[in-house]
């Protein structure tokens, strides 16, 4: 049985409204579609597809549930890794270029060789980064694709790009926390250097996640 315009359209109508997510949308199209090609021409349409929902997925309310599943596993696979990226960084040879960069770091904040304007800018460049990253994201990998439906990563993604500034954000409130109590912590140039290169090197592991998935997309 091949499905004729008509009901490839209804069958995309039923699948969007079903699933919230475009990886999970294009899994069961795909499987239904292949499917029906086994299926005898006296059945109905909605006869065949309604068995293979039933059969395959274990009914309507099971593909809900199916999806829920698949963005946790996908979930824990991203978090998976963007940790082995970021830990690839710190093993030979990429380690050797991260010494070099911290070592190069070190010796401008040590020596002053930056003026307090360009500090700043740095240090905005650095904060608004995540800001940039996630709509270009979005575009990347849905736009382009004439797709906009929902990605099962995007919170993920999201979360992983923002989570250098949380941590950021909860060390400043620490600091805010110990000046009210009359605790003064002036931040060492070696705690900054290591501060900047951890964040380098997790955006540089978070691009890294970002263009697999850009290639995945162009895969599929």
């Known amino acids: 049985m091949k499905p004729d315009a ?16 475009r990886e999970t949308y294009e899994e069961v199209y795909d499987h239904i579609i292949s499917a029906l ?6 059945y ?4 065949a597809v309604n068995q ?14 199916l999806e829920r599943d698949c963005k946790k596993a996908m979930e824990r696979d991203l978090r998976k890794k963007q940790f082995n990226y970021f830990i690839s960084f710190f093993k030979f040879p990429a380690v050797i270029f991260v010494a070099c960069f911290a070592w190069g770091l070190y010796q401008i904040l040590n020596k002053e060789l930056l003026s307090n304007h360009t500090i700043k800018w740095l240090f905005w460049g650095m904060t608004l980064l995540p800001y940039f990253v996630i709509p270009l994201r979005y575009y990347f990998t849905g736009y ?14 999201a979360n992983l790009s923002m989570l250098p500034i949380r941590i950021f ?6 600091l805010v926390t110990g000046v009210i109590n009359g605790i003064r912590f002036k931040p060492d140039v070696i705690l ?4 900047m290169v951890l964040f380098a090197v997790y955006f540089l592991a978070f691009f890294k996640l970002s263009k697999e998935e850009f290639k995945v997309n162009m895969i599929n």
Do not use: W
């Open 144 to 157: 382009v694709f004439g797709d906009t439906k929902r990605s099962i990563r995007d919170s993920m993604m």
């Open 6 to 21: 008509r009901q490839d359209e209804l069958l995309k109508y039923y699948l969007r409204k079903v699933f919230i997510y």
């Open 44 to 47: 109905s349409f909605e006869t």
């Open 169 to 174: 954000c909860a060390a400043c409130a620490l």
């Open 192 to 195: 900054v250097t290591a501060g």
């Open 52 to 65: 293979i929902i039933h059969v395959d997925f274990g009914g309507h309310n099971r593909l809900i549930s």
């Open 37 to 42: 090609q086994n299926k005898p021409g006296d």
